[in-house]
Nanobody, 122 residues
Framework: VQLQASGGGLVQAGGSLRLSCAAS????????MGWFRQAPGKEREFVAT????????WYANSVKGRFTISRDSGKNTVLLQMNSLKPEDTAVYYCAAGRRYGSNEATAYDYWGQGTQVTVSS
């Protein structure tokens, strides 16, 4: 299984970025595809997740209303549209896949991609 994250970069506060996670190596039906982030000196935290089959979504309170997670089953890709970015959104963002429905816990995810850096300047 491979999860390839991309789309990070440097953006000013208030700007937007779209992260992409290309998934391969198995069928992901009934999996939850999530995004987590880790800032320097902090623990990895949940950002958002989407159920691959049903499309249900869950968000951390800190990003609700600003970020949108979606999946493109035809392209085996999960997207994270990030709008109204804040300096506190600066972190390495990771995509992950796991079987526990709607989980916001990193331990519920079995597969992880490499991170992509998002830096928001003030």
């Amino acid at each position: 299984v491979q999860l390839q994250a991309s789309g990070g970069g440097l953006v000013q506060a208030g700007g937007s970025l779209r992260l992409s996670c290309a998934a391969s190596g198995r069928a992901f039906s009934n999996y939850n595809m999530g995004w987590f982030r880790q800032a320097p000196g902090k623990e990895r935290e949940f950002v958002a997740t989407v159920n691959w089959t049903f499309g249900n979504t869950w968000y951390a309170n800190s990003v609700k209303g600003r970020f949108t997670i979606s999946r493109d089953s035809g392209k085996n890709t999960v997207l994270l549209q990030m709008n109204s970015l804040k300096p506190e959104d600066t972190a390495v963002y990771y995509c992950a896949a796991g079987r526990r429905y709607g989980s916001n816990e990193a331990t519920a995810y079995d597969y992880w991609g490499q991170g992509t850096q998002v830096t928001v300047s003030s």
